[in-house]
């Protein structure tokens, strides 16, 4: 959307010319704050709350409007200019991205986010393997599931998951490489979909099974598992991460900083999608 720009302010209080307001809604479609039903034209509440909820993410008081060339619109649009409201932190700047520190507060991360359970996953997509799974990696069997799969590059690297989700990780590697360039330089990833058991267990399906979730490295280091430590860069990119819907493991009763996957709120999102 290069081209496409607003010519004046959509949301609370804006002048909310109805193809400005479509491009808007689209934008926040694509990010994950929005509903297809909610690309009408038309700005009501649905869309004045999506904005908000995306603003959170970078705007200390989210005022519901979108202004031309404002921090909102290049947030949005992708043309953000790497300039942060506030500076990263400090071990992000100095380059001690994989220095680990103690994973944040529950109530502090994942704001409004819920993880998805089992059951929501079996109702909203199928059982990836028809309930055949083991602590190791196999291919899904849900035809669902494989016609609505991709491998594709989502930015430092590439990936093989649900369709709507590596859309939507593209959009979150975009912001990630203009707020923080550095981490986005030392990503890499140790899997997405992968149908397995959730460590530990043998009753709980993961839900890598549904490429719905992505566990990441930093300079191929893997965060350590539920030693209650994160490392730094994971930390700068988790609230990227959160405002674009994604739910982050540390906030696990066994910690998993490695790790993100979708939020209740995107699958539900992105299940009528499916082919």
């Known amino acids: 959307m290069a081209d496409d720009t607003i010519l004046k302010s959509v949301g609370r209080g804006g002048t909310n010319l109805p193809a400005d307001v479509s491009l808007v809604q689209r934008l926040l479609l694509a990010r994950g704050f929005a509903k297809p039903d ?4 038309i700005c009501g509440k649905n869309t ?18 979108v202004d031309p060339g404002g921090t909102s619109w290049t947030h949005l649009s992708g043309t953000y200019s790497g300039i942060a409201t506030e500076p990263p932190p400090a071990a992000v700047a100095t380059g001690s991205i994989t220095r680990t520190v103690p994973r944040p507060a529950a ?24 309930g055949s799974y083991s602590n190791t990696c196999q291919p899904p069997t849900l035809p669902k599931l494989r016609r ?15 369709v709507p989700a590596v859309l939507s990780l593209k959009a979150v590697m975009i912001d990630i490489q203009a707020e923080q360039p550095e981490v986005y330089r030392a990503l890499g990833t140790a899997g997405m979909l992968c149908c397995r058991w959730v460590r530990g267990s043998t009753t709980s399906i993961s839900n890598h099974s549904w490429g719905t979730a992505i566990d990441l490295t930093l300079n191929g280091i893997l965060d350590i598992y539920g030693n209650d430590q994160v490392q730094v860069g994971l930390t700068a990119i988790a609230p990227i991460f959160n405002r674009h819907g994604w739910f982050w493991g540390a906030a696990f009763r066994t910690e998993d900083g490695m790790h993100f996957e979708a939020s209740q709120r995107l699958v539900e999102d992105w299940a009528p999608q499916l082919l």
């Not at 909610?38 to 034209?41: E, I, K, L, R």
């Not at 004045?48 to 409007?65: C, H, M, S, T, Y």
């Not at 799969?149 to 998951?161: A, H, M, N």
């Open 38 to 41: 909610d690309v009408d034209g």
């Open 48 to 65: 004045i709350d999506a904005i908000v909820d995306f603003q959170k993410g970078f705007l200390r008081k989210p005022d519901g409007r």
């Open 107 to 130: 109530s502090s991360i994942n704001i409004g986010l819920k993880s998805v359970n089992n059951s929501l996953m079996l109702q909203l997509i199928g059982d990836p393997r028809g």
């Open 148 to 162: 609505n799969t991709v491998l594709d590059s989502i930015g430092p690297f590439r990936v093989t998951g649900l």
